[in-house]
C-alpha cells in the first residue's frame, strides 16, 4: 500500500493516555478554573510528495513558525480549516494537517490538583503533543476527548500544543469514504453522503483544572407522577481517600428544593413535589424549565474538596406503538433536518450563527430537529435544553454501505461517546444510530441488531430510530428500532414536477411502514431544492414556487396521517443550504433549505411558518405570533348619502 493511505491507521494505532471516564463540559466553580486555548493557531499542510514530513521531521517537537520549506498559515480556531484560505488545494486536501501555538500555564497551577485537556472535536482523527510528548489520540469526529496533562506541562511558563488532524475517511471510518488518486497524483475523497466533508479544529479547545480527588461523571435521569418529579442521580468519583458526596437540587432562583439524605452515597433518588417540568417549546408558556443538580465532594470534616453544577431538566419520555409521550402528553414533531454549516468556518463552532438559528427556529414555530448527520456542538445543545427545543440526536453513521466487525466496533463506540456526552440533556428525546443505511442488505439486520442493543445497554429511557431511505418492503433493520423513520423526496428525486402524486404516495408508504412494524412514523426528511429568488409561474421546478406547492401537499399527506394516530412527526429538508462536495447536480451546494446560507427567508419559510404555527394552536393551543398574517383587507362600511 501507498504510504499515503498509511496515514490515517498510523494516526490510530499509537496508544495514548486518553481518559476513558467522563466527559462533563469544562465549568468553573469554587474549585475548578479554566483557560481557552482558542484563538489564532500555526497551520501547515506537508508537502504534496510527503503526506508524513510531519511525522518524518518531528514537526511535533518544534513550533511550526520555525518551518522554512512549507508555507505556515494563521488558522482561527475553532473552525473548519477548509474556506479560511484563498488556496483550493488546502479546501480540497485529503490527509494530514498540523496546527500548533503557545500558550501560558499559571505557576499557580503546579499545586492545584490536576489539569485537563479538552476538544470539543477534532475531525476526523487527530493525534495531540504537549511539548513533544504525545498525551493523546481519537477518531471520530464531531465528539469531544479529553486526557490529564499535569505531568506534561511547565508551569509559570510558556508551553507548545500540537496537533495533527487528519480528514480521510475510508470503508472502516464513521462515516465511510474511499480516497481515489488522479493521473496527476493528487489524491480525491469520495463520499456518499450529501454535505462537504469539513475538517479541522472544529470546536473549543480547553485547559481546566480539576483538585486531585475530583468529580469524574454525573448521570441523571427523570420521571414525573402528577406534580411530583423525580431526580435519579448516580455520582462517579476518584479519590484515594474516604470523601462523602452531597447532592442538592437547586431551582432557577437559587432555593435548594431537594438534598440527598445520605452524604456518604453517590447514588440515589431527589423527589420534588410541585416540580416545574421541562416542556418542549409552545406545549407549556414556560418552556425548557432548568435545574441545576450541585455535587460536592465533603472530606470528613466537611471541607469542600471538588464542586460541579449539571443543568438538568425534570421530564418524562415514555413511547407505544402509535406515539410519542413528554411528561405523559402526546407530542407532535414538527421541525427540521439541519447542519453545522455556514460560509467560511465551515462546521466551526459560532456563536452568533447559533443564536440566529435558535431565533429562526422560534420564529418559525418549530419545536424539533434530528442532528443530521452527527453530534452537533455542546453549545448547540445547551441552547436546545433551556429553549425548550426537542432533538433526534444522531451518531455520525450517514450512509453505511459496507458491514465489517472493524466498522461495527467503531459504530458502537461513536454511540458509547455520544450517549455519555449527552444522556442528561432534556431536550435529546430519541437517539437516532444512523442516516440512510443500505439495510436492504442481508447482512444488515445482525450489524444493527447489534447497534441497537448496544444503545438499548446504555440508555432504556429514550426510543431509537434509524432514518431510512430503503423502501418499507426491503428493509433489515427497522423491526429493532422504537419508532420507525424515512426520508423520501416525492416531487423531487421521485416524479418530479408531478406535485399532484404526493399527497397518495405519502400516505401510502408511511401507512405502509406502520401497518408492517406497527410502530408510530416520523417523516424524516422530504423536500426539494430552490434557487433563491427563481420565480414561475405556474410553478416550475427549482422554483420557490414549486418548494411551497410541493410543501403543501406534504401537509395536505400530513394531515391525513395525524388522523389515524400512528404518524408523530414531520421534518423538512433543511433548514437551511448547506455545501457539498463538487457535482454537476449541486449549484454551490444543497439548496433545500427553507432558509439561505446566509440564514434569510425564501418564500418556503414563510408558508412554514404559517403551517408549523397553525399546529401549535391546533395541539397546544399556543397564540400565534401577530405578525403571522399581515394585514390585507377588512370590512368596508358604506354610509348612505344625507
Known amino acids: 500500500m501507498d504510504r499515503r493511505f498509511l496515514i490515517l491507521s498510523l494516526l490510530l494505532q499509537v496508544k495514548s493516555e486518553t481518559h476513558h471516564g467522563g466527559i462533563l463540559y469544562p465549568r468553573q466553580s469554587e474549585t475548578r478554573q479554566m483557560v481557552s486555548l482558542d484563538g489564532l ?4 499542510v506537508p508537502q504534496a510528495n510527503n503526506p508524513l514530513q510531519g511525522f518524518d521531521e518531528h514537526w511535533y517537537k518544534r513550533h511550526l513558525k520555525e518551518l522554512t520549506d512549507v508555507e505556515v498559515y494563521m488558522m482561527p480556531v475553532p473552525s473548519s480549516y477548509n474556506d479560511i484560505t484563498t488556496s483550493g488545494q488546502i479546501r480540497d486536501h485529503v490527509g494530514l494537517v498540523w496546527y500548533d501555538r503557545k500558550f ?6 503546579y499545586q492545584i490538583g490536576r489539569v ?8 476526523y482523527a487527530s493525534q495531540v503533543w504537549i511539548n513533544g510528548q504525545l498525551v493523546m489520540s481519537h477518531e471520530i469526529g464531531h465528539l469531544p476527548f479529553l486526557a490529564e496533562v499535569t505531568n506534561f506541562l511547565k508551569y509559570g511558563k510558556e508551553n507548545l500544543i500540537t496537533v495533527a488532524c487528519d480528514n480521510t475517511l475510508l470503508s472502516d471510518t464513521v462515516p465511510q469514504g474511499k480516497v481515489d488518486e488522479l493521473e496527476t497524483g493528487r489524491l480525491v475523497q469520495l463520499y456518499s453522503f450529501d454535505f462537504f466533508n469539513y475538517a479541522g479544529i472544529d470546536r473549543p479547545v480547553t485547559l481546566y483544572t480539576t ?32 470523601v462523602t458526596c452531597r447532592v442538592s437540587l437547586i431551582d432557577k432562583k437559587g432555593n435548594v428544593v431537594a438534598m440527598s439524605d445520605e452524604y456518604d452515597e453517590p447514588y440515589g433518588i431527589l423527589e420534588v413535589p410541585n416540580a416545574h417540568f421541562w416542556w418542549p417549546y409552545l406545549m407549556d408558556p414556560n418552556p425548557g424549565y432548568l435545574y441545576t443538580l450541585q455535587v460536592e465532594l465533603l472530606s470528613e470534616y466537611g471541607d469542600l474538596i471538588d464542586k460541579y453544577s449539571q443543568p438538568i431538566g425534570i421530564r418524562s419520555v415514555t413511547w407505544t406503538n402509535t406515539s410519542l409521550l413528554i411528561n405523559n402528553r402526546p407530542v407532535y414533531l414538527h421541525g427540521f433536518g439541519r447542519h453545522e454549516d455556514s460560509d467560511i468556518r465551515g462546521k466551526g463552532l459560532d456563536l452568533p450563527l447559533i443564536v440566529r438559528d435558535y431565533n429562526l427556529i422560534k420564529w418559525i414555530g418549530a419545536n424539533a430537529y434530528r442532528t443530521s448527520h452527527y453530534p452537533y456542538a455542546e453549545e448547540i445543545m445547551d441552547l436546545a435544553d433551556e429553549l425548550g427545543i426537542m432533538i433526534i440526536d444522531e451518531c455520525p453513521s450517514v450512509n453505511t454501505e459496507f458491514f465489517f466487525d472493524t466498522l461495527l466496533v467503531k459504530h458502537k463506540n461513536s454511540l458509547t461517546e455520544l450517549i455519555k456526552r449527552d444522556k442528561n440533556r432534556p431536550s435529546v428525546i430519541m437517539w437516532s444510530a444512523a442516516n440512510e443505511p443500505r439495510t436492504q442488505y442481508p447482512i444488515a439486520k445482525s450489524y444493527f441488531k447489534e447497534v441497537i442493543d448496544h444503545i438499548k445497554n446504555l440508555d432504556i429511557t429514550r426510543p431509537t430510530t434509524i432514518a431510512e431511505a430503503q423502501s418499507v418492503n426491503n428493509v433489515e433493520s427497522s423491526e429493532f428500532v422504537d419508532i420507525v423513520s424515512f426520508n423520501r423526496y416525492n416531487g423531487w428525486y421521485a416524479n418530479g414536477g408531478n406535485l399532484d ?35 414561475f409561474t405556474p410553478e416550475f421546478i427549482w422554483s420557490e414556487e414549486y418548494q411551497v406547492h410541493l410543501m403543501s401537499k406534504h401537509f395536505q399527506a400530513f394531515d391525513e396521517l395525524r388522523a389515524k394516530g400512528f404518524f408523530i412527526g414531520e421534518f423538512i429538508w433543511n433548514f437551511a443550504d448547506f ?3 463538487q457535482t454537476y447536480t449541486r449549484v454551490g451546494g444543497n439548496k433545500k433549505g427553507i432558509f ?7 418564500s418556503s419559510a414563510h408558508h412554514l411558518r404559517k403551517r408549523y404555527w397553525a399546529l401549535a394552536r391546533q395541539l397546544y393551543n399556543a397564540s400565534v405570533p401577530s405578525d403571522l398574517y399581515n394585514y390585507v383587507a377588512g370590512p368596508v362600511v358604506v354610509h348612505d348619502e344625507l
Not at 493557531?41 to 501547515?44: D, I, Q
Not at 485537563?116 to 475531525?123: A, I, M, Q
Not at 400516505?507 to 420565480?535: C, R, S
Open 41 to 44: 493557531w500555526n497551520f501547515v
Open 104 to 109: 501560558f500555564v499559571p505557576k499557580s497551577w
Open 116 to 123: 485537563w485537556l479538552r476538544f470539543g472535536s477534532v475531525s
Open 211 to 242: 483538585p486531585k480527588n475530583y468529580i469524574d461523571d454525573i448521570s441523571v435521569a427523570t420521571e414525573v407522577d402528577g406534580d411530583v418529579g423525580f431526580v435519579d442521580y448516580k455520582i462517579t468519583y476518584i479519590s484515594d481517600f474516604n
Open 501 to 535: 402524486a404526493i399527497p397518495l404516495s405519502v400516505v401510502g408508504e408511511a401507512t405502509a411502514w406502520h401497518e408492517k412494524f406497527n410502530k408510530p412514523v416520523i417523516m424524516q426528511e422530504y423536500g426539494g431544492d430552490t434557487l433563491e429568488g427563481l420565480h
Open 579 to 581: 455545501k457539498t462536495a
Open 596 to 602: 439561505t446560507r446566509s440564514r434569510q427567508p425564501k
